[in-house]
């Protein structure tokens, strides 16, 4: 498959790496994907990261753990599909148990939609892993796209389907 890289600073306001019309996820829900705030918790000061925004904070907080690369993954509302809240907190603690086993360090983060269209959506900041397998565990829960940030500490929205 494809990696489908959303990149929205593009002076033409569409996505420089794929058209995202060829995407089976529909054009505002993208959007609201790349409005996102994703706050991922280090502390009294969490980090809010916007989508194809650098972010220092991040770039600090990467480095001193000596990671090059992190992905926010979700397992909640698979396909967006809102799940209960029950079934959501399952299929979150099975995320943070597949990451556990896996090894790889996480911190607890929350995706908040500014518009309040979709509830706060529960993720993990992945830190060293590699996007392939980003986005194999985006694939095992079924979600629409993950959140990539490469060594230049910048998120991307990274679409699965």
Not at 1 to 16: E, K, L, Q
Not at 38 to 50: C, F, N, Q, T, W
Not at 60 to 77: D, V
Not at 81 to 91: K, P, T
């Amino acid at each position: 498959m494809i990696t489908m890289i959303i990149r929205m600073n593009n002076p033409c306001n569409t996505p420089d790496e794929i058209n995202a019309v060829s995407s089976a996820i529909a054009r505002d829900l993208i959007d609201s994907y790349c409005n996102t705030i994703y706050r991922v918790d280090i502390g009294s000061e969490p980090i809010a990261l916007r989508i194809d925004q650098f972010s220092r904070l991040l770039s600090n907080f990467l480095s001193e753990r000596k990671h090059s690369c992190a992905a926010i993954i979700s397992a909640y509302n698979p396909y967006s599909q809102q799940l209960s809240n029950d079934e959501n907190e399952a299929a979150h603690h099975s995320l943070r148990e597949l990451l556990s086993h896996r090894s790889y360090p996480i911190v607890g983060s929350v995706n908040i939609d500014p518009l309040e269209c979709w509830p706060v959506e529960k993720s993990f900041l992945v830190m060293g892993v590699d996007l392939e397998t980003a986005k194999f565990i985006g694939y095992q829960y079924c979600q629409n796209a993950i959140v990539w940030i490469d060594g230049n500490a910048v998120p991307y929205l990274v679409l699965l389907r």
